[in-house]
């Protein structure tokens, strides 16, 4: 160590020590920084920072062993050959540049590598140009001094080289530069210090540099220092460049600099756009590209940005181009940017799309619909037209049977169907879940609207058979003619749905056109369903009780509750008017359940032998919470449930078979009896018969009003009863009116009667005896039959 530092402090001249780590300063600064450039930049330019690197640290190093070389003060003089010079400091370059080689990631063992050969690099740089040296001496080498200068060289640059891949800021530049000079420097003095001159007369002796040897050394630190401040310039300027390219790749837009008419500087946007290598690109003129949508040359001058469309076949992209002036390498010059709008406009013409279409069947939607019934209202020819107002029939069982995914492959269905029937220049449009409406033009009417309605129901029929498919459903058409039936859009759509709801209460499945005629029934209409709304409130409904008797002895065995609605207005209005209105409009729920709780109120003053009937609607059937319901109006009114029967209608079977059993299962243990009313007229009476245990049949009464004058009619009433004997129920025959009906019930065996003949239906007599409700003519005749 002393040795050392005595060969430095008295061997060697002072300033040129100090310029010599000046140089090592400057190289390795240079160096590292050129390094961490060159790790900075893209692939295919790196391999030429690296060798730039390489070169700066080689010569740089090299340029710091000679220098102190220079420096040195012995007693023997010493000249350096030329070519074992050179040869020195071209293996300092080489080997630096196999080090940064080496140096491939950030990993430790990477970093190791890189020392080592840098650490070999500098001492064969050492001892190469050791050999340049001639003198009258022999040069003998002390190596373990020498070797341990290496390995602290090898852990100096281990650290520098570590520090340079994963530190960060310009302490990943600086710390290894410290580190530089501390290898360099430790393994030349350890060397300088290790190396004897030990004179030999034999040899020839060297002039001395004199003062030569001050020029060469500032000419030496003044190229290396020149190469270094170049070469930190240049990674400056470079990386702004650099950054300045990236940053104009970076960008969306295509950017082109034009010069005299031709491309003279593009990015790498601009030839993806142009799909085309930049080098094809250099020189042509824009125009050869692009077409401007207003036919001026490209780089004409506009306050505005303007679409343009590319020059090449079958390529339907749309650009959008903004020109400005610059000046770029002192001259005038235009930037042209170029943006690709094609997946814009696509994504904007999909929003219109989507705006103006259902999302599910495509069709156009209730705003594209009214925007094209406006403009067919608007022209001034008043050329006629026809609006079709579409309802589907049994969508809402399918939908809520089969569930959503099934409603929408149905909505699909009719969607195509719809399409099929409509020609080019109609509007088919879906406004509402199974709402359909169509706009027929240019064709003459009624004709026209006529024909497609008939074509419609025909496609209906065959694509949607409702007897082979359980999830077909049906249509209904309604028709309104411009301007016969509306002079306005409003006017038109309304008349369509009244035309609709007539084809609706008609029968369904067909199509009516609209006359002014509906307008009133639908008026009145809809002002019942707005009084029901409000009927029970007001007190407006009442219950009216009609008596049932046995054939065997005429006693009273008990009544059946029917509702009625005294219109504050219109008097009393039927139930087959107002019941269908309740259904409809599902006021029939609360309805009825208000019917069966004052029912069960009434007869629970009763006595105990009188039974009472409620008929309940096959809408209440969609209510899972309607056997709860009954338990809890059993609860409330304190009746005994053997009392109550719930007459039930075969429609409700018909509507969700399954479902309705199961209810009425529920209900029957409560207690509650069920009967099986209007019998006979449904399509499956007896599998209704055979899946649930009724406790009594009725007789639908259009069959006993036959019975006289029908022998079909009697035969009927015959085979049902006989059907009710065989399956233990008693069978109950409504709506006599006659005595000889009455007589004719008896003798095919009905077990009880209710009519007219017996009494109407009136308020309940309770708390007092029943039985002064009834017909004591009639009930005479029963006894004495």
């Known amino acids: 160590m002393f040795k050392v530092l005595e060969c430095v402090t008295v061997q ?62 012995g007693t023997v003089a010493i000249e350096f050959d030329f070519t074992a010079t050179v040869l020195s400091a071209a293996t300092a370059v080489l080997g630096f540049w196999l080090s940064l080689h080496l140096l491939k990631g950030a990993a430790l063992k990477y970093a190791l590598m890189a020392a080592i050969s840098a650490t070999l690099s500098i001492a064969a740089m050492h001892f190469t140009g050791m050999s340049a040296i001639k003198a009258a001496a022999d040069i003998h080498y002390d190596l373990p001094p020498i070797f341990v200068g290496g390995a602290i060289s090898v852990l100096i640059l281990l650290a520098a080289f570590w520090f340079v891949t994963n530190a960060s800021g310009w302490s990943r530049i600086l710390l290894p530069t410290v580190g530089g000079i501390l290898a360099v420097c430790t393994l030349h003095f350890t060397a300088v210090a290790s190396t004897e001159l030990v004179p030999n007369p034999t040899l020839p002796a060297a002039d001395p540099l004199g003062i030569g040897r001050l020029w060469l050394v500032v000419a030496i630190a003044a190229v290396v220092c020149s190469v270094a401040l170049a070469t930190i310039s240049a990674v400056f300027i470079d990386r702004y460049m650099t950054d300045l390219k990236g940053f104009a790749n970076a960008t969306l837009d295509g950017l082109v600099v034009i010069r005299d008419g031709g491309i003279v500087e593009m990015n790498a946007r601009f030839s993806e756009l142009m799909r085309r290598s930049e080098k094809s690109l250099m020189g042509i003129e824009p125009d050869t590209l692009l077409l401007a949508a207003d036919g001026l040359p490209v780089c004409a001058r506009r306050a505005e940005a303007i679409e343009a469309a590319p020059r090449f076949p079958n390529d339907e992209r ?3 181009l903004a020109v400005h002036a610059i000046e770029y390498q002192g001259r005038p010059c235009e930037v042209l940017a170029v943006r690709d709008l094609t997946e814009k406009r696509a994504a904007q013409r999909q929003i219109e799309h989507m705006a103006r279409h259902d999302a599910l069947t495509d069709l156009p939607n209730r705003m594209f619909f009214e925007e094209r019934l406006a403009n067919a209202v608007a022209r001034p020819s008043r050329e006629p037209f026809a609006v079709l107002a579409l309802d589907l029939d049994r969508f809402k069982a399918v939908n809520d049977i089969f569930g959503h995914a099934e409603g929408d492959r149905v909505l699909k269905t009719v969607s195509s ?5 409509v020609n080019g220049i109609d509007t088919a449009a879906r406004i509402g879940g199974d709402e359909f409406i169509i706009l027929q033009v240019g064709v003459p009417q009624p004709r026209g609207a006529r024909k497609l309605s008939e074509k419609i129901l025909e496609a209906f029929r065959l694509e949607l058979n409702t007897v082979l498919d359980p999830t077909a459903v049906g249509v209904s058409i309604g028709v309104a003619l411009y301007p016969n039936d509306g002079k306005d859009a409003e006017a038109i759509r309304h008349a369509a749905d009244i035309a609709l709801y007539r084809a609706k209460t008609e029968g369904r499945g067909l199509f009516a056109f609209y006359s002014p005629e509906m307008d009133q029934e639908i008026r009145e209409r809809r002002q019942l369903e707005a009084d029901l709304r409000h009927a029970m409130v007001r007190g407006q409904i009442g219950i009216a009780y009609q008596p049932l008797f046995a054939t065997s002895d005429g006693r009273c065995t008990g009544y059946e509750a029917l509702v009625r609605w005294n219109h504050p207005e219109r008097g009393q209005i039927p139930p087959d008017v107002f019941i269908p209105i309740a259904e409809e409009t599902g006021t029939i729920v609360a309805l009825g359940e208000w019917v ?3 029912a069960c109120r009434t007869a629970a003053e009763w006595e105990s032998h009188l039974s009472i009937a409620v008929n309940l609607s096959p809408v209440q059937f969609r209510l899972v919470s309607l056997p709860d319901t009954v338990r809890s109006v059993i609860a409330e009114t304190g009746l005994d449930p053997t009392r109550l029967e719930l007459e039930v209608t075969e429609s409700a079977l018909m509507k969700d078979r399954l479902t309705t059993l199961e209810l009425l299962r529920r209900m029957k243990k409560s207690g509650v009896r069920i009967v099986m009313d209007d019998f006979g007229t449904g399509y499956s009476s007896l599998s209704n018969l055979q899946s649930f245990p009724f406790d009594k049949i009725k007789i639908d009464r259009s069959f006993i009003t036959s019975m006289e004058t029908d022998v079909s009619a009697r035969a009927i009433v015959r085979a049902i009863v006989g059907l009710g004997r065989s399956l233990d129920l008693p069978v109950v025959a409504e709506g006599i009116e006659t005595f000889d009906q009455h007589r004719m019930v008896i ?10 003949l017996f009494g109407r239906p009136a308020n309940a007599p309770a708390p007092i005896d029943p039985s002064r409700c009834l017909n004591k003519t009639a009930v005479g005749q029963v006894k004495a039959s």
Not at 37 to 63: M, P, Q
Not at 417 to 421: F, G, H, Q, S, Y
Request: proline letters at 1%.
């Open 12 to 73: 060697h001249d002072q300033p040129f020590v100090v310029l010599a780590a000046s140089i090592s300063f400057a190289s390795m600064f240079a160096f590292f920084l050129l390094l961490a450039r060159a790790r900075e930049c893209t692939r295919s330019r790196r391999d030429n920072w690296l060798a730039i690197s390489a070169f700066a640290g080689g010569v740089g190093v090299w340029a710091t062993h000679f220098v102190a070389m220079l420096a040195y003060s």
């Open 596 to 598: 069966l709780r004052e």
């Open 417 to 421: 169907i719809l399409k099929r029937c």
């Open 747 to 756: 003798e095919e065996g009905c077990e009880q009667v209710q009519g007219f």
């Open 318 to 320: 749309i650009f959008e």
